[in-house]
């Protein structure tokens, strides 16, 4: 029997950010994605063309004093997460993860959920920056394309 997208992208999740080893990292369970929704409805995104998800991206808001803190490595993933509230009052973005299916990559899709994100995001918040922990140099890529886009400084952890 073949493997569903959905078993895929889990599988690629592992892979590129083994989480699940990492108690560092955002695991992302129920309790997590019901949290993001209330942080923001566009936190998480996917394409999906009918069999199943082909790609994933997760952003969310959070306050420039955390990111600063996360960027100095004082905190970790999951702390950030755990420490922005579900008020409003957010000024930068943390790109978080995109997942897309190889034979799906190169066609903007990322880009055009992560942007769409963005954007649904600004519309409820001052967001003054975009800030993302590189784990590729397709996920550097895409940052800094995101950032040049919208027009947000970028930061690097």
């Not at 942080?39 to 999906?48: F, Q, R, V």
């Not at 755990?82 to 990559?105: D, H, K, N, P």
Request: net charge negative; glycine share 4%.
């Amino acid at each position: 029997m073949a493997t569903s997208n959905f078993e895929r992208m889990i599988a690629l999740a592992d892979e590129v950010f083994a989480s699940r080893t990492d108690p560092d990292q955002l695991s992302v369970d129920e309790d997590v994605i019901s949290r993001l929704q209330k942080i923001h409805p566009s936190t998480m995104s996917e394409y999906n063309e009918g069999d199943g998800p082909v790609a994933w991206i997760l952003v969310f808001p959070t306050t420039l004093e955390l990111m600063d803190r996360f960027l100095a490595a004082e905190i970790s993933e999951k702390e950030l997460f755990e420490l922005t509230t579900t008020a409003s009052g957010y000024e930068a973005i943390y790109l978080c993860s995109a997942l897309v299916l190889e034979e799906y990559r190169g066609k903007g899709i990322a880009k055009n959920l992560t942007l769409q994100a963005i954007e649904q995001i600004k519309k409820d918040d001052r967001i003054q920056a975009l800030f993302v922990w590189v784990f590729s140099k397709e996920g550097e890529s895409l940052a800094e394309k995101l950032a040049a886009l919208t027009n947000l400084p970028l930061h690097k952890r």
